[in-house]
């Protein structure tokens, strides 16, 4: 496998045609001799972003002009000293040299020198002989750079061994055999198919027993993540919350879980038997779901709620397992540390869900709200686990994730009975692109690298937040196109402050959170999510004269080629990853300014929407904001805010186990009813609109009228305005058109 990692040499003479050019342009030809690509340039350009190459090069020479260095010392010395600094805030590893005529390293200053892997004196050796040393150098560097699965996943793909093994296609030949099957060849590429090999490869170690270089990474991982014990997940953190469940949880135990939990903790609840007591978290008007009040963690109030739970209170022993969700859509944080101390000891394992959180662990801004990190102490008997979506915010392929664990002072975790149900809910064929994926993005988070990657998406993230409110400032000027859209996040920020967690922290009664109040220091707001609210509604659920509808920002969005990750009524929220360019989140200002020019001239929709128009004819007239009137006129008399705030945090009553209900599905000891005759009845399956996206009755509760309602309207809704349906997956259409439900035969 050939990697390209050009020695880049930085001289100003590099092109000349005096005798300092023809020197170094004899190194740079020396240097190629070996093998190594060289890239030449002659000044240091934008420092910082030339310093970001630092990611594509394997070494660098820097060439140190006597001239300049006799003539302004100190300017050509800062000058270097501040390309080093940026290189090394980065890159503690990478081989940096220096490059000069005839001066030595006495009149270079200590800080720099001791970033430095050698001085070169262009005529006191020969260039062979200096370019096999960068060589060398270069390539040891190149060499330590591969996690231990990913160099031993190179090294197989490399080696063109022929195999029996699976996968059938045996490492893509079977493809070249049928003319569509080239076409995917051609796509993803020789080495990604060479890659995909099946666990009879000894060398490779394996994931399902943890062993050889699979081991390796994780153990690896285990280190850049500070836990005591990490497994790579290779089917997303829905299945490692699955894993973290099946493997302390059995039939009739309780938990206690975040009633906003992502769907993959339901599906848990079910899998296990357990019996779920609920923790209610705060909603604004907006339909942003707020935290669990630190009221709820109270331990008597856990205990009030199981009393009072009809099943629960009957079962024997402590809660088994607490699991919240850590970093909510909208970006809230907890402050694990309080937790910790309120139920070490009361539930046996806390579970925090921390798939929008991998990055955490890397920067002082998120201190405490987060699961497991360097110097986090431990609980006396509680043990921690965080299960962690890499493919969400580090560079993970979709489905990597990880399960992190810390041991409890006495309690370590069984790593033979962990492992049973690890193996539960893991193919026997699992995709090793994935697993090279968790153990690149791993090492990529190896400080300093990591901590400077989160920073730098926390410092995107702010830049578009003034950006927005720049925006805002300039249109308020303007007496009759005054709107503008809102980062949802704390009013006042200054700009000298917003980089200090405390302006990020939710503090009781402030009126922009919505949620109330809520106990000092217990939440922060991540900045790297950001919501985007809409006009139209405000944060005590009262609708404006006017407003648009999350829903047409978006698509609009989408027709120019701005995908966004989650559309609620008036809101819809982006993220800033790792991945994260000032290109995109400017392309997005920029697509926001059009929505608005082209909403203030009420364009039409077969212009602006051209896409959309052609699947829905009906809309072609009609402009777009009259569209947002129209759609914002209904959502207003059906005070949809507060009806759907209102059914998240309605009286649901639990009538049976939802592994009970479940099973009535199984053996089909249900019914299918229509809308209207749901009121009373209860649900086999899950039902979850979207917006939010958050599931709304579990299996075994019964319907209330809030909710009935609701659906009633989503059913209204969706006749009247096909294209922005609201989606409630559990909601079955018939063919007579109508939405049903299965809920569990007769009224037990
Ligand atoms: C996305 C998500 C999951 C599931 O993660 P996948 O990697 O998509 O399987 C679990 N919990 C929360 C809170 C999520 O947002």
Not at 374 to 392: L, V
Not at 405 to 430: G, I, K
Not at 518 to 546: C, H, Q, Y
């Amino acid at each position: 496998m050939r990697f390209h990692f050009p020695v880049i040499i930085i001289d100003e003479d590099f092109r000349s045609e005096n005798a300092s050019g023809l020197g170094i342009r004899v190194l740079a030809g020396a240097i190629e001799r070996e093998g190594m690509e060289v890239l030449g340039v002659t000044s240091y350009g934008d420092m910082s972003s030339f310093a970001q190459q630092q990611s594509r090069a394997s070494a660098f020479i820097l060439s140190i002009d006597d001239e300049e260095l006799v003539q302004e010392p100190e300017e050509s010395i800062a000058e270097l000293r501040s390309f080093v600094q940026e290189i090394r805030l980065r890159n503690a590893d990478i081989p940096i040299f220096l490059h000069g005529e005839t001066r030595t390293s006495s009149h270079i200053p200590h800080d720099v020198l001791r970033e430095l892997h050698g001085f070169i004196h262009m005529y006191e050796d020969t260039p062979e002989f200096i370019a096999r040393y960068v060589a060398r150098e270069a390539r040891a560097y190149l060499d330590a750079l591969p996690p231990p699965f990913f160099r031993a996943l190179t090294h197989y793909a490399a080696d063109g061994s022929y195999s029996w093994h699976c996968p059938g296609h045996s490492g893509g030949v079977a493809f070249l055999k049928s003319p569509v099957g080239q076409m995917f060849h051609q796509f993803f590429g020789e080495n990604m198919l060479r890659a995909d090999v099946c666990n009879a490869v000894e060398e490779l170690g394996q994931l399902l027993d943890h062993t050889g270089p699979v081991a390796a990474s994780e153990h690896n991982a285990a280190r850049i993540f500070n836990c005591d014990h990490l497994y790579f997940v290779t089917n997303g953190t829905s299945t490692s919350n699955k894993i973290v469940w099946h493997s302390v949880v059995a039939p009739g135990d309780i938990v206690i879980v975040d009633r906003n939990c992502h769907k993959s903790v339901l599906h848990s609840i079910i899998m296990t038997g357990a019996i779920p007591v609920f923790l209610m978290p705060t909603r604004n008007h907006y339909g942003i779901i707020g935290p669990i009040p630190q009221e709820e963690f109270r331990w008597e109030n856990i205990v009030k709620k199981i009393m009072a739970h009809p099943f629960a209170r009957e079962a024997k022993g402590k809660p088994r397992v607490l699991t919240i969700t850590q970093s909510t859509y909208d970006g809230i944080l907890y402050n694990v540390e309080a937790i910790k101390a309120e139920l070490d000891g009361k539930v046996g394992n806390l579970h925090f869900d921390e798939a929008w959180l991998p990055h955490a662990a890397f920067h002082d801004f998120y201190g405490d709200y987060h699961a497991i990190g360097a110097d986090r102490p431990r609980c006396k008997e509680s043990m921690i686990f965080a299960t962690q979506s890499t493919h969400k915010l580090l560079a993970g392929l979709s489905q990597a994730s990880q399960i992190l664990v810390q041991d409890a002072e006495r309690l370590q975790l069984d790593r033979n009975v962990f492992n049973e149900a690890y193996l539960m809910h893991t193919s026997t064929s699992p995709q090793y692109a994935i697993i090279a994926s968790c153990d690149v993005a791993a090492a990529m988070m190896e400080e300093p690298g990591g901590r400077v990657l989160v920073e730098e998406s926390i410092t995107e993230a702010l830049n578009f937040r003034r950006a927005m409110r720049k925006v805002e400032q300039d249109w308020a000027k303007n007496q009759d196109k005054q709107w503008w859209f809102k980062v949802w996040g704390p009013d006042d920020l200054s700009d000298e402050d917003i980089e200090e967690r405390e302006a990020w922290m939710l503090k009781p009664g402030d009126r922009w959170h919505g949620f109330g109040r809520l106990a000092e220091g217990f939440n922060m707001l991540d900045p790297i999510k950001a919501t985007i609210i809409t006009p139209g509604l405000d944060v005590s659920g009262e609708f404006a004269e006017r407003g648009i509808p999350a829903a047409i920002v978006t698509k609009y969005l989408a027709e120019h080629g701005v995908i966004v990750e989650k559309c609620g009524l008036y809101s819809f929220f982006i993220m800033f990853t790792i991945g994260i360019t000032k290109g995109r989140w400017n392309t997005l200002v920029t697509a926001l300014q059009q929505f608005k020019d082209d909403y203030d001239r009420n364009q039409p929709l077969w212009k602006v929407l051209p896409e959309f128009v052609a699947k829905y004819p009906r809309y072609e007239r009609v402009g777009l904001r009259d569209l947002c009137e129209q759609i914002h006129r209904v959502y207003k008399e059906n005070d949809v805010a507060r009806l759907t705030t209102e059914m998240y945090v309605s009286n649901m009553e639990p009538a049976m186990r939802p592994a009970d209900a479940f099973a009535k599905m199984s053996h089909r000891e249900i019914e299918r009813l229509p809308i209207n005759d749901l009121e009373g009845r209860i649900t086999a399956v899950l039902l979850t609109p979207y917006p939010p996206g958050i599931p709304l009755l579990i299996p075994g509760e019964r319907f209330n009228r809030t909710i009935v309602r609701y659906i009633e309207f989503a059913r209204d809704f969706n006749r009247a305005y096909p294209g922005f349906e609201t989606d409630v997956h559990g909601l079955v259409k018939g063919e007579d058109g109508c939405y049903y439900v299965d809920c569990v035969t007769g009224h037990p």
